[in-house]
T-cell receptor, first 114, second 113 residues
Framework: NAGVTQTPKFRILKIGQSMTLQCTQD?????MYWYRQDPGMGLKLIYY???????DKGEVPNGYNVSRSTTEDFPLRLELAAPSQTSVYFC?????????????FGDGTRLSIL | AQKVTQAQTEISVVEKEDVTLDCVYE???????LFWYKQPPSGELVFLIR??????QNEISGRYSWNFQKSTSSFNFTITASQVVDSAVYFC??????????FGKGTMLLVSP
């Protein structure tokens, strides 16, 4: 019953460092998503993927990159970390037709940029 | 553009009280989907319900009920006889047409014993 697994759960980065947030799902879902959640705000979509090899920008893609080489994995990369990227990051997946389906979320990664 | 408004930032109730969380949405699409998600203090997001724009029937699941009214563009969520375990942030979300999912800012519900 793993569902969507995110690693790490917590991370502190220095300004200018890079890192990759890992996300894997074992439900064979086509759609995968990355969101960020800032205090007092809803979730904002960063990137999404409709299947292996296909990715697209969401509402707030600047400063991030993604890849989708397999159905299971959807890593999110921060190339030059900035304080504005301090947030909680959620990965999610959904079956079939995507956004009109309920999304299954990971537990989140809390990232601080200092 | 689509929009979701959850005007109640925080609600505090005492256990066993009924509480309604409001959600008002905006979309130009005739076909759309509405969702509620729960985020307990542990942080994960849990799907509660999905409703499509052609189904205006209210739904009840145990102590939870949802009132969908297209005439007022609202999809409100009521918890009957609230319990401490209901304490969480609740998000309403909208997916219209070819758009991605738009979340409201959430309502924090605090249920005290």
């Amino acid at each position: 019953n793993a569902g969507v697994t995110q690693t790490p759960k917590f991370r502190i980065l220095k300004i200018g460092q890079s890192m990759t947030l890992q996300c894997t799902q074992d439900m064979n879902h086509n759609y995968m998503y990355w969101y960020r959640q800032d205090p007092g705000m809803g979730l904002k979509l960063i990137y999404y993927s409709v299947g292996a090899g296909i990715t697209d920008k969401g509402e707030v893609p600047n400063g991030y990159n993604v890849s989708r080489s397999t159905t299971e994995d959807f890593p999110l990369r921060l190339e030059l970390a900035a304080p504005s990227q301090t947030s909680v990051y959620f990965c999610a997946s959904s079956p079939g037709t995507g956004f009109n389906q309920p999304q299954h979320f990971g537990d989140g990664t809390r990232l601080s940029i200092l | 553009a689509q929009k979701v408004t959850q005007a109640q930032t925080e609600i505090s109730v005492v256990e066993k009280e009924d509480v309604t969380l409001d959600c008002v949405y905006e979309t130009r699409d005739t076909t759309y989907y509405l969702f509620w998600y729960k985020q307990p203090p542990s942080g994960e997001l849990v799907f509660l319900i999905r409703r499509n724009s052609f189904d205006e029937q209210n739904e009840i699941s145990g102590r939870y009920s949802w009132n969908f009214q297209k005439s007022t563009s609202s999809f409100n969520f009521t918890i009957t006889a609230s319990q401490v375990v209901d304490s969480a942030v609740y998000f309403c979300a909208l997916k219209g047409g070819y758009s991605t999912l738009t979340f409201g800012k959430g309502t924090m519900l605090l249920v005290s014993p």
